[in-house]
């Protein structure tokens, strides 16, 4: 399922919310062969990288690390002067500060991108990224997977080029699935496919319309993957969803619920909060950015007191178990804002800013 996006309207959209530099960026050189068993351990301790400011990317993706035990950020890249060639980044939460970790000791992981589709694969401890880009010039369609100490690239064909597709990985199934975002011909799709951690495979092109960016989250007490909300935009037209799907390994289904419900918001964040077994929604906007969260719990929606949430569009989100927090990190405050340097926490009443706020 696609449809064609005008160049000059997606071109004026990707200057907002990537970087439009000139900067070119070519694939590594080298292509490491994947391993079959994971390397994970439960001790895992990359080496922490002094002295080196964290500075919040165009885009951002967090998950909690097991291994590690903490909560993890995959950092994108500032609105310009980043070198083309510098690695993408991660970085660890302790609760009081972020370390940048060494997550790439030989050099050959893969450059810094801005909205890639990234998911944490719960049973092979596997970090997977795809596609993304550094400007209208620098497109990708790689495939990689961090195992907690090394990168791997996978030579693998997929879903092709992609910006802004939704990404979550589907525990019941075994299965990282990647939702719609925009192809090099600056279409707007609407198809979905699995990877399973060797190869991709397209499963379905029906479901949700055409969308990008979407909030998307696996459900663990019910088993479905959630996707929520996104946008279509075009030469004449530009469309804010608010409806509500789940796939269940084999089909979409559209949720629709009565009641209250969160409305249109754009690039919002989802989160399973185990501990509660429900879906946390926050953020988001269109011509203002939201600061109120809502509870999911598999029949109905529910808003939750804001406590001095804040107001954020295309902030990046994680449930931190070891802790029970909620952390949030980066976004922008008003359309066309830069990105933010802030963490943010809610211990379940109140929100707390526990670095980075002016």
Not at 174 to 199: H, R, S, V
Not at 251 to 279: C, D, M, Q, Y
């Amino acid at each position: 399922m696609k449809i064609s996006v005008g160049v000059t309207r997606f071109s004026f959209l990707l200057c907002l919310l990537a970087s439009c530099t000139a900067q070119s960026a070519p694939a590594p050189d080298v292509t490491l062969t994947p391993s079959s068993e994971p390397n994970f351990t439960s001790s895992v301790t990359p080496t922490a990288l002094p002295n080196v400011s964290l500075v919040a990317g165009q885009w951002n993706h967090l998950f909690y690390h097991p291994g590690l035990r903490k909560v993890v950020l995959v950092n994108g890249g500032p609105d310009r002067g980043k070198p083309a060639k510098d690695p993408l980044e991660l970085w660890a939460w302790d609760g009081i500060q972020w370390t940048l970790l060494n997550a790439d000791p030989q050099g050959l992981g893969p450059v810094w991108r801005n909205f890639a589709g990234a998911a944490f694969d719960s049973k092979r401890n596997r970090l997977v990224v795809y596609g993304g880009v550094q400007d209208r010039n620098s497109r990708m369609e790689e495939t990689w997977e961090w195992d907690g100490q090394n990168w791997t690239q996978f030579q693998v064909s997929g879903p092709g080029f992609r910006e802004g597709a939704a990404m979550a990985y589907d525990a019941a199934r075994g299965k990282t699935i990647l939702f719609g975002g925009a192809n090099e011909k600056f279409e707007i799709l609407g198809d979905t496919w699995a990877w399973d951690g060797a190869q991709w495979t397209q499963v379905s092109t029906t479901g949700p319309a055409p969308r990008f960016p979407s909030a998307i989250v696996y459900d663990s007490a019910r088993e479905k993957v959630l996707l929520f909300s996104g946008h279509f935009v075009s030469a004449s037209d530009y469309i804010n969803f608010s409806d509500f799907w789940e796939w269940d390994g084999t089909s979409w289904r559209e949720i629709i619920v009565e009641g209250e419900k969160p409305g249109l918001r754009n690039i919002a964040t989802a989160v399973f909060h185990s501990r509660n077994e429900n879906v946390l929604l926050l953020g988001g906007g269109d011509e203002s950015f939201l600061s109120d969260m809502w509870s999911w719990d598999g029949k109905s929606w529910s808003q939750i007191s804001e406590s001095g949430a804040p107001a954020r569009s295309g902030l990046g989100g994680a449930y931190d178990p070891q802790r029970n927090r909620l952390i949030v990190f980066g976004g922008v405050d008003k359309p066309g804002g830069t990105a933010i340097t802030d963490t943010w926490e809610w211990d379940g009443q109140n929100w707390i800013c526990a670095q980075g706020c002016k």
